[in-house]
Structures are given as structure tokens and as C-alpha cells.
């Protein structure tokens, strides 16, 4: 008798391995076609990695012996790996759908944030939500992402900007982590906006001064895991010089930096990513040329988000542009109060109707590359021996049923 695993996928019509040779990252060419096996089965262990994937009949050779807690008949169906949600904001609370009404009157974004609304507005909220109260709004908001596809969501701090909330907010992130069936790669988003009475210099001082030391003394008790730092980088909110502050900062502290940038005004902020070794940058709809050849040539990956621009009605990325110059290109929902969406396949689509990018890109962005962007792609993003068996199973024969 042989040994016990977890699971057998048996007899997919296609499993979509997206990469098979250990790659971190899909870019240039290797886009034209992502590896598929066809009439394939898929074995994982009781350590939730993968064990083996190749063609049914062999799988069903090699283990003939060994017994299964769960066997799943998949013909006729396909396996993809979970989809990686590389940006979102999906701790907070209160609504703000009153602002819809305003945007659909004519006010940017930047009307409604300088008016005291937007992320100050949720900011004014979370603050005064128990830790209780965010957890149980996050964990709705996770499986709703989980039922869409997303096995790996990245989730930002940010809706505090004190160091209590910021704190509370990771705390929250922290209990998701270790209870729910989801992973997570945590960012601490400290400057997601400048707190009012603060300049954003102030703002900076206390970040690099109070809010990050804090961090790397919670990290060193193992009280709070946090993986990214992120900053909001755009006139108004924080330039150039206070993001690149707060950023080396948090890099010196052993965080990886994945920022919003050239979002709303051209700022440099490819340029600056590049040059700090960012492992990603999410927005970049005013990105220079220059930003997208300095990204491309760092490996800076650039995760763009459908949801956004196609809410506030802005320019669309150049996607095209981005992966004919052989950036990284990810995808993320941006899920956030403002732009609420959970689903990745809604977010694929968008990416190929208004961002022109092909389903096998929109596929790897949202899943190999997706990975890469949270430095995790040794782990997540592809189907491959040894990677956590995170993976779906879609009731059609054709994967891109999953973002047509
Ligand atoms: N641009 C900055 N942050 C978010 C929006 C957050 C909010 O409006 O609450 C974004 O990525 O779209
Ligand atoms: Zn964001």
C-alpha cells in the first residue's frame, strides 16, 4: 500500500500550468502561449503542495497504489492555478456610495479627496470601527474574493494613517492570515493619504520616525507579518522626495516596495521605483516612456488595475506599450471603497477589452506575474511540482471562458 495525499484532479480536459519551467515571471514571448497539459491529472500532497501533474494515464500509473482524501472527476472541465490578486484595499469600513452620485456629476477624484472625502473619508471611519468590526467586514470580503477564483490577495494597511489604526488595521490583516483558508501578503500603507494638520513632510517624519520602527519591532515578536510598504505617490498627496523616504525606509527594514504611482498626474515615480529596486508599482496610467523602459530593464513589475481607471473615467494604462517593452505586467482588483469589485476574471476581462491585452497575458498577469509582484511566485502562480496547490476548477473545457 502506497502513501495518503490530499487530493486528485482526474482527467482534467486542460490543465493550464501557465509556465512549467520554474519561471518567475512571464514577459516578451513566453506571453504568446502559457503551458497546458491536455486530458491531465493533478496530485496533492497532505501538506497542500503539489505532488505531481502530467498526462491522466500516467498519473494514474504512478499512483495506482495510493489512496486519496478527496478524488475530483474533472473531465470535460479545466484547472487553472488560483488567481493572485496583486493590489487591493479591502479592510475599512463605511460606505461611500454617496460619491458615485458626485463622480457621475463631474467631480475627479481629486475634487472629492481635497473636499475632505475619499480616503479621508474612510479614514474618519475605520478609526472609529473595534478591531471586530474590520475583521468581520474583511473576512465577508475575502470569500467573496475566494469565490471568484483568488487564492492570493495582497491587502493594504492604509485607512488610519495614525499609527493606532495602522496598527489595528495590520492586527486585522494578521487574524485573516492565520484563520482563513486565503493567503495573504500584508502592506503597510501608512501614506495612503497626508492626515489632516500634517504637512507631507510631517507625515513622512512620523512614518519613518514612529510608524516603521514599530513595524520591525511587531515583525521581530512575530505579532504582525508584514511583507510590502506601500505609498501613495501623486501631486497633492505625497511627492517624489517624501516617497522616496518613507520607501528606502521601509526597505531598510526588510520590506519589499510595491507603491501606487503615476496615477493621476506624470510624477516619476517608474523612474524612482527602478532606481529603489521596487518590486512592483501599481496605477502608472500617466507613466513616461522612459518609466516603463527603467521598470522593464529593473524587473520592476507593473500592476495595473481595470477597475480604476474604468471607474474615474481615466486615461487606460498603456498595457501595450508595457509588455511590448518587456515589463512584468500584473493585474489587481484594486478592490477598495471606490472601486468595488472582487472578481479577477472581471478584472481579466476588463484588462483585454480596455487595456488590449491578449487572454493568455491577461491569465499570467493575473497569476504568475500577479505572484512575482508580492515576491512570491517561487511559491504561488503556476501549476508546477512543489508549489502550493492552489488551484480551480472551471466547469468549461477552454480556460478563457474564465475572462471572455
Ligand atoms: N489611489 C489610491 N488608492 C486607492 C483608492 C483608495 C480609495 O479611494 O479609498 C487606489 O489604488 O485606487
Ligand atoms: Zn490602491
Not at 501599481?282 to 524587473?299: C, K, N, P, Y
Request: hydrophobic fraction near 40%; charge should be negative; glycine fraction near 8%.
Amino acid at each position: 500500500m502506497g502513501g495518503g495525499h490530499r487530493l486528485l484532479l482526474e482527467n482534467a480536459r486542460q490543465v493550464v500550468l501557465v509556465c512549467a519551467r520554474g519561471e518567475r515571471f512571464l514577459a516578451r514571448d513566453a506571453l504568446r502561449s502559457l503551458a497546458v497539459l491536455e486530458g491531465a491529472s493533478l496530485v496533492v500532497g497532505t501538506d497542500g503542495f503539489i505532488k505531481a501533474v502530467g498526462p491522466a494515464d500516467a498519473i494514474q500509473k504512478q499512483f495506482s497504489e495510493e489512496t486519496f482524501e478527496e478524488r475530483i472527476d474533472c473531465s470535460g472541465k479545466c484547472i487553472l492555478p488560483g488567481l493572485v490578486d496583486a493590489h487591493s484595499h479591502p479592510v475599512w469600513a463605511g460606505e461611500r456610495v454617496h460619491e458615485f452620485a458626485m463622480k457621475l456629476a463631474g467631480a475627479t477624484y481629486m475634487d472629492i479627496h481635497q473636499a475632505g472625502g475619499g480616503i479621508n473619508f474612510t479614514v474618519e471611519r475605520t478609526r472609529q470601527a473595534s478591531e471586530d468590526e474590520l475583521f468581520s467586514s474583511f473576512q465577508q470580503r475575502l470569500q467573496c474574493m475566494m469565490r471568484a477564483g483568488t487564492t492570493l490577495v495582497e491587502c493594504k494597511s492604509g485607512y488610519g494613517l495614525d499609527l493606532e489604526t495602522e496598527l489595528k488595521m495590520l492586527r486585522v490583516i494578521e487574524r485573516a492570515r492565520r484563520e482563513l483558508d486565503i493567503g495573504i501578503s500584508a502592506t503597510y500603507c501608512g501614506a495612503h493619504s497626508v492626515p489632516k494638520g500634517k504637512t507631507a513632510k510631517e507625515a513622512a517624519d512620523d512614518i519613518v520616525n514612529n510608524h516603521i520602527p514599530k513595524l520591525k519591532e511587531l515583525g521581530r515578536n512575530g505579532e504582525i507579518h508584514v511583507d510590502n510598504i506601500d505609498v501613495f505617490c501623486e501631486k497633492g498627496v505625497f511627492d517624489l522626495d517624501s516617497t522616496r523616504r518613507i520607501l528606502q525606509s521601509g526597505k531598510d527594514t526588510g520590506l519589499q516596495i510595491n507603491f501606487h504611482g503615476d496615477e493621476l498626474h506624470p510624477m516619476k515615480a517608474a523612474e524612482l521605483g527602478a532606481e529603489l529596486g521596487a518590486q512592483a508599482i501599481s496605477h502608472l496610467e500617466e507613466v513616461s516612456d522612459e518609466g516603463i523602459a527603467a521598470m522593464a530593464t529593473a524587473r520592476c513589475s507593473a500592476v495595473l488595475l481595470p477597475t480604476t481607471a474604468y471607474m474615474l473615467r481615466l486615461k487606460q494604462p498603456r498595457a501595450r506599450k508595457m509588455l511590448e517593452e518587456g515589463v512584468i505586467v500584473a493585474l489587481g482588483s484594486d478592490f477598495n471603497p471606490n472601486a468595488y469589485c472582487f472578481s479577477m476574471p472581471m478584472v481579466m476581462h476588463l484588462a483585454c477589452v480596455n487595456m488590449r491585452m491578449s487572454m493568455p497575458e491577461a491569465l499570467a498577469a493575473a497569476t504568475i506575474n500577479a505572484a512575482y509582484a508580492l515576491g512570491k511566485s517561487h511559491s504561488h502562480g503556476s501549476l508546477e511540482v512543489g508549489k502550493q496547490g492552489d488551484l480551480i476548477i472551471i466547469n468549461s473545457s477552454r480556460p478563457h471562458a474564465l475572462c471572455s
